[in-house]
């Protein structure tokens, strides 16, 4: 099993930006994949980013590409997001998870971590 844990939330105006980061605990099998996942107010969760074990296969949902950027380091067991240019409409709990299974936006992933708060006030 893997227990995950995100930082990095906080509040940002429009057009600024912000990190996320994820740390990843227990085992590295389970970390094949990682994705980020966000639930607005209101709002159904919706898939992010995900990446491969490897760093170099991504995959990006249309709301976020060119804004969004996923990156892992995998000796450090850290993944992480970096949001620019960052809208009101991003105000959402962001969450990291994780997977060995197939590496896609609409993949299972069994491993959650408790989410941090982004806030993007206009």
Same mark, same amino acid.
């Given at each position: ?9 906080? !509040? ?11 740390? =990843? &605990?227990? &085992?590295?099998?389970?970390? @094949?994949? /990682? ?13 992010? +980013? ?5 760093? =170099? &296969?991504?995959? %990006?949902? =249309? &709301? ?10 995998? +000796?450090?067991?850290?993944? %992480?997001?970096? /949001?620019? !240019? ?5 105000? =959402?709990? @962001? %969450?990291?998870? +994780? ?21 993007? !006030?206009?």
């Amino acid at each position: 099993q893997v227990q995950l844990a995100e930082s990095g939330g906080g !509040s940002v105006q429009a057009g600024g930006s912000l990190r996320l980061s994820c740390e =990843a &605990s227990g &085992s590295t099998s389970d970390t @094949y994949c /990682m994705g980020w996942f966000r639930q607005g107010p209101g709002k159904e969760r919706e898939g992010l +980013a995900t990446i491969l074990i490897n760093g =170099a &296969s991504t995959d %990006y949902a =249309a &709301s976020v590409k060119g804004r969004f950027t996923i990156s892992r380091d995998n +000796a450090k067991k850290m993944l %992480y997001l970096q /949001m620019n !240019s960052l809208k009101p409409e991003d105000t =959402a709990m @962001y %969450y990291c998870a +994780a997977t060995r299974f197939s590496c896609h936006l609409r993949a299972v992933f069994p491993y959650w971590g408790q989410g941090t708060q982004v806030t993007v !006030s206009s």
